[in-house]
């Protein structure tokens, strides 16, 4: 996954490197966008809210994204990496883009625990569709994303279950990017209840660092 990352970041800024609509520009960021596409974490926002229109939605929205992608290049931060960039693009912003245009009226069927509720796109983009879907959507804000890269101690890195590489902080960044339990159960080979538990005290443990990033 890091080579993946590296490999990704370095097409990103040698795409910034050349002028505006350049042979060279173009060139690599049709292998960026390739490489996008192909990656396992790209993500796929809301799954199960649109039954019969989910795929022409998703491929509307990724379209949205290439192009964004190729016409916005100067809009990456390298202090980020791409996927995470890119995965915020298309949950909170071309995902949404995408439903309004196809379906202006259609409304979701979104699950609580409760019950069953209906609502309309605005859900979507006020966040409503996060709270009754936790499942669905990360609990991590993006902001809070921030203070994990940052981490100037190192101890979202340090804090982890019984296997190092499944820190706090990789399993942050997947929930984040939009990974379910059972596929970030799957890729650390823990169980669901280990992963989940050890987050959510975790996400506690760190309620006061979180507190203080946001507020400075």
Not at 185 to 193: H, K, N, T
Not at 200 to 216: D, H
Request: hydrophobic share 35%; proline share 5%.
């Amino acid at each position: 996954m890091q080579e993946f990352d590296a490999r990704l970041k370095k097409l990103a800024l040698e795409a910034q490197q050349h002028p505006p609509k350049s042979r060279n520009r173009q060139k690599v960021l049709s292998q960026l966008v390739t490489e996008i596409q192909s990656a396992r974490n790209l993500v796929r926002p809301f799954r199960g809210t649109f039954r019969h229109h989910y795929r022409e939605i998703y491929e509307e929205a990724k379209h949205r994204l290439f192009c964004h992608i190729c016409e916005k290049i100067e809009q990456y931060d390298p202090k980020r990496e791409v996927m995470q960039w890119v995965n915020f693009l298309l949950r909170k912003r071309f995902f949404v883009e995408a439903c309004r245009e196809k379906f202006p009226q259609y409304r979701v069927k979104a699950k609580t625990q409760e019950e069953t509720k209906w609502v309309n796109l605005d859900a979507l983009e006020e966040g409503q569709l996060s709270l009754m879907m936790p499942q669905e959507t990360p609990s991590l804000s993006e902001e809070i994303l921030q203070c994990l890269e940052e981490d100037p101690e190192g101890l979202f890195k340090q804090t982890y279950t019984i296997k190092p590489e499944a820190s706090f902080y990789a399993i942050a960044q997947r929930r984040l990017n939009g990974y379910r339990w059972n596929e970030i159960s799957a890729e650390f080979d823990l169980p669901v209840s280990t992963l989940s538990s050890f987050y959510l005290r975790a996400q506690t443990k760190f309620a006061s660092k979180f507190q203080e990033y946001l507020s400075s």
